[in-house]
């Protein structure tokens, strides 16, 4: 049992945490921060102290409450009620309202009729509740290591935010739910966690509770729960076909090659609710109204990320299903190229970053498709990569703003000088997204080397680099305009998350053969071991692949045409002139292009919605249709 | 890519010293080709024009021009798309993978975007601007030829893709060769898709503020650019480098034909023609190589 809660620290730290930090918010804000940052940076160690143990299992089988009834199950109940209370209590947005009712309601009869008829005959209970192998690892490591920086971020993000101490609460339960979520192997326990993260999120969009902020809160909240439904129909069709509560026991009757792939198909689309994949990908925008610190975790540390990691985490069953494979590439193929274009036509930094996320999970939807070893491997740097560079862009944006009052592209000119240390942050996570010597590159690199197997998505995989290429340069054009302003100093508890986040990143790009090594390919399922040859060709270790490209060398090129002359520059003489306008006087008056005739959200986003929707359809139908043949 | 596909192996370190060769000739034979550019053109239009070896006079007299600049991030950019340009040609001619050489080329135009933007100049902006939709139009157009080149070979290492021709590429490839002949007319600045650095509308586009060595800078990496776009044109016709340089000389000379016979587009225009022509050049050649192989 004290292995067992050691185990859960993860779970538990944050959920103390929280706790006290609502109480030390209520009396005073220094008190409150100072909990914050005390348990993000205990919380920060234990997430990498667990994984430094190996694979941990957790029994937990003896939380008994009310005689016979499992800990769980009342839980559950108690969460969902407690959706379908939130539902009539917000009713008056109106239909989302109710939609969002009638979702909760479902959920309640599956959980019912899973309890009364399902459970009783289910043979193969799971033998562990909770299991953290390496696969969690790589969710742990990225929601307790950059979850952590995120919320000491906050604390001064917070200082004159209102009702800091439900934020902090709600902040630190999400973490701890998401946590929770990647452990468990008990599919009730992932499903309480799963719709935890849907409530947490739900709260923190409606953090400032205006009517803006509820209308988007109710749309996410229905957005969720209707993965929420899918996820409990997925888990009672896996009951009745595979009798079974286990993911593991689900998993391992190896490649699914009779039936149940509506199940998986369920699941699928309950991650695509998740990861705000096309057609389900109007909430992750609408969030855009909560605070930055809530953006940056919804988009990186946690939420979006639980549905990678169902997707990764079901990849073994359609490895014998090429269909599938092929429509999955698709609809993530799809994702990543029109949310770039969609981002293209943003004016507003956040929109943008938003967009951009999208379109990262669309290719990590992409890289899961191929179901090979090397798009596993893809998927997971990159989803590494994303986490730790979009935190960083959304954290100086937030700092940005609280500096400006704007989030507008168009008023950030001149940033490089006014706010240098911010612009190098927003030079590096941009880069990081984009372009080599940084991570993502090689992830990018590596799906089109995988792209020799499915040649249908090179097309999405070519134009949404090159579309991607284009807003992000545009930014990073923007703020390196304009002659020198006045420099504006910037506080540590901002500096010192940003500067972590940054040596994070330059450090796993640099090491990235070893890190692809030591821990990602640890998560391999085993259903890739017969493709296990290509890691003693060195595949794996990105050695043939690869050439005698390192990151090391092209780092140093970097570092040489960057600062280099930024150093030698200052000690020599030149002559600063004005910049040539016609020997007339400069006025700055430029906005950017932005092509919202054509590519604005008024004009795509319903048919880009509707074609999504109809590919989402095909997709289930054929995973029915797999269940048959 | 050095003329031959194999080393001589009686030649010590071959290997090595024909690629530091290959390199160092690459921005000699870029600026050759754009000061013979300038003499044909200007015969083209009845004039005597300039001496062949023009563009090295130019390069330079710029490098001995007084130091003047707008702001330090511009020259820190400079030197950043040189660099870059530079790393290109050491992956291309050491035979190193062809995804990666695709984006160290990007880096290195996204690095000339950022020093066009650096500046406040209107004309600079514009350039910026002009330069971006060219990259997304011809960097779409080069990624597709770099791939069909991979799935071809199935492999994207250089070397294996030299190592496993046995016929000229060109033959499972001409579509994507008409291709790259877009681009090198793009890089090449030569109407009607001049556009970043239309002189007659926007002074000197994106490089409008640099002068003196920083411009200079500019026009070494053109010349490199010139160079390693030629390189991956040749590299259509190995191991016959007889047909190869004539196919080159062909080329520039359709190129240069097509730069004084028409006139500019817009930038719509650039988008219009490379994502329906040149799009579906690239695919058809794709799909074409997939099927049959």
Redesign the interface.
């Known amino acids: 049992m004290s292995n067992d809660i050691l185990g859960l620290m993860p779970i538990i730290l944050p959920l103390v945490g929280g706790g006290l930090a609502y109480i030390a918010y209520l009396k005073s804000r220094n008190a409150g921060a100072a909990i914050v940052v005390l348990f993000s940076v205990a919380l920060m160690i234990a997430g990498p102290l667990l994984i430094l143990q190996g694979t941990t299992t957790m029994k937990m089988d003896n939380l008994k409450v009310f005689g016979d009834f499992d800990i769980i199950e009342v839980l559950d109940y108690i969460l969902i009620i407690g959706f379908i209370g939130l539902a009539i209590g917000i009713r008056k947005v109106g239909a989302p309202a109710y939609v969002a009712l009638i979702l909760g309601v479902a959920q309640l009869l599956t959980v019912l009729y899973y309890d009364t008829s399902l459970k009783g005959d289910i043979k193969y209970l799971p033998v562990n509740n909770f299991n953290v192998d390496p696969l969690a690892h790589i969710f742990l490591l990225i929601c307790t290591v950059v979850g952590g920086f995120i919320l000491i971020y906050a604390t001064k993000y917070m200082e004159k935010e209102k009702n800091p101490s439900r934020f902090f609460l709600v902040m630190f339960l999400f973490i701890a739910a998401m946590n929770g979520a990647v452990f468990s192997d008990n599919l009730m326990w992932l499903f309480f966690f799963w719709e935890i993260t849907t409530l947490c999120s739900f709260l923190l969009i409606n953090h400032d509770n205006t009517e803006l902020s509820l209308n988007n809160a109710t749309l996410a909240l229905w957005m969720t729960l209707l993965g929420g439904v899918f996820l409990i129909v997925g888990i009672a069709l896996i009951a009745i076909n595979y009798d079974t509560s286990s993911m593991v026991v689900f998993l391992s009757n190896g490649a699914l090659q009779d039936k149940l792939f509506a199940a998986v198909a369920l699941l699928a689309l309950a991650a695509f609710t998740k990861s705000a994949i096309y057609p389900f990908q109007k909430w992750l925008i609408g969030a855009m109204v909560a605070p930055t610190p809530v953006s940056a975790l919804l988009h990186s540390a946690t939420m979006v990320n639980l549905g990678i990691y169902m997707l990764l985490r079901i990849t073994p069953t359609w490895v014998n299903f090429d269909m599938f494979q092929v429509l999955l590439a698709i609809a993530g193929g799809f994702t990543f190229l029109f949310a770039a274009v969609q981002a293209v036509a943003q004016d507003d930094a956040k929109k943008m970053l938003a967009y951009s996320t999208i379109s990262n999970l669309g290719l990590i939807v992409l890289a899961i498709g191929l179901s090979s070893a090397l798009g596993y491997l893809a998927a997971l740097m990159l989803l590494f990569f994303h986490a730790f560079a979009k935190a960083m862009l959304f954290m100086s944006v937030g700092v940005v703003q609280k500096r400006i009052h704007s989030k507008s592209f168009d008023d950030m000119s001149g940033l490089?000088s006014r706010m240098p240390f911010i612009s190098i942050m927003i030079f590096i996570g941009v880069l990081a997204l984009m372009?080599?010597p940084f991570g993502a590159?090689v992830t990018?690199?590596l799906l089109?080397?995988g792209?020799?197997t499915y040649?249908v998505i090179?097309?999405f995989v070519?134009?949404g680099?090159?579309?991607s290429?284009?807003f992000y340069?545009?930014w990073?054009?923007?703020i390196?305009?304009?002659?020198?302003r006045k420099k504006v100093p910037i506080s540590m508890r901002y500096a010192v998350p940003l500067g972590g986040l940054a040596v994070a990143i330059v450090l796993s790009s640099l090491f990235i053969a070893q890190m692809a090594d030591s821990v990602l390919t640890k998560a391999l399922p085993q259903v890739f071991a017969n493709q296990g040859d290509i890691a003693s060709q060195g595949a794996y270790s990105l050695g043939t692949?690869?050439?005698?490209?390192s990151t090391l060398p092209?780092f140093l090129?970097?570092m040489?045409?960057?600062l280099?002359?930024?150093l030698f520059?200052r000690s020599?003489s030149?002559?600063?002139?004005?910049?040539?306008?016609c020997g007339k006087p400069?006025k700055?008056s430029?906005r950017g292009?932005y092509f919202k005739d054509i590519l604005g959200d008024n004009k795509i986003d319903l048919p880009l919605t509707a074609m999504a929707l109809v590919a989402s359809v095909f997709l289930f139908i054929v995973g029915v249709w797999g269940a048959w043949t | 890519m050095t003329l031959i596909n194999d080393y001589p192996n009686w030649f010590p370190f071959a290997n090595i010293i024909i690629p530091v060769i290959v390199l160092i000739l690459l921005p000699f034979i870029g600026l050759l080709v754009l000061g013979i550019d300038r003499k044909v053109s200007a015969r083209m239009q009845n004039r005597i024009g300039p001496p062949v070896l023009q563009p090295f006079y130019d390069l330079a007299k710029l490098f001995s021009k007084q130091e003047l600049y707008t702001n330090t991030s511009m020259l820190v950019f400079a030197y950043a798309h040189l660099g870059f340009m530079f790393t290109t040609a050491i992956f291309l001619v050491f035979r190193q993978d062809i995804i990666v050489i695709f984006f160290t080329l990007t880096l290195s135009m996204i690095f000339l975007v950022l020093g066009a933007f650096s500046t406040p100049s209107p004309y600079s902006y514009l350039g910026g601007y002009r330069e971006l939709i060219k990259i997304l139009c011809i960097e779409t157009l080069f990624l597709f030829v770099m791939l069909t080149l991979g799935v071809n070979a199935k492999t994207f290492l250089l070397s294996e893709v030299i190592d496993k021709i046995n016929t000229p590429l060109i033959i499972r490839m001409p579509l994507s060769f008409v291709a790259m002949i877009i681009i090198f007319l793009v890089a090449m600045e030569k109407t009607p898709f001049n556009i970043p650095g239309a002189h007659s509308e926007i002074v000197q586009g994106p490089l409008t503020d640099y002068s003196g060595r920083w411009y200079g800078l500019f026009k070494l990496s053109h010349a490199l650019e010139i160079g390693i776009l030629l390189m991956i044109m040749y590299l259509f016709f190995v191991p016959n480098p007889i047909l190869g340089i004539i196919m080159l000389v062909v080329s520039f000379l359709v190129v240069v034909t097509i730069g004084n016979t028409t006139t500019r587009t817009t930038y719509k225009g650039l988008f219009k023609f490379s994502f329906t022509v040149g799009i579906a050049l690239v695919l058809i050649n794709l799909i074409a190589v997939v099927v049959f192989s």
């Open positions: 490089l372009a080599l590159f990018k690199w089109l080397e792209t020799m040649p090179v097309p070519v134009f680099t090159t579309v290429v284009f340069t545009q990073l054009g923007r390196s305009s304009e002659p020198a692949v690869t050439g005698f490209y092209l090129v970097l040489m045409t960057l280099i002359p930024a520059l020599r030149m002559k600063k002139v004005d910049p040539y306008c400069m700055q430029f292009y």
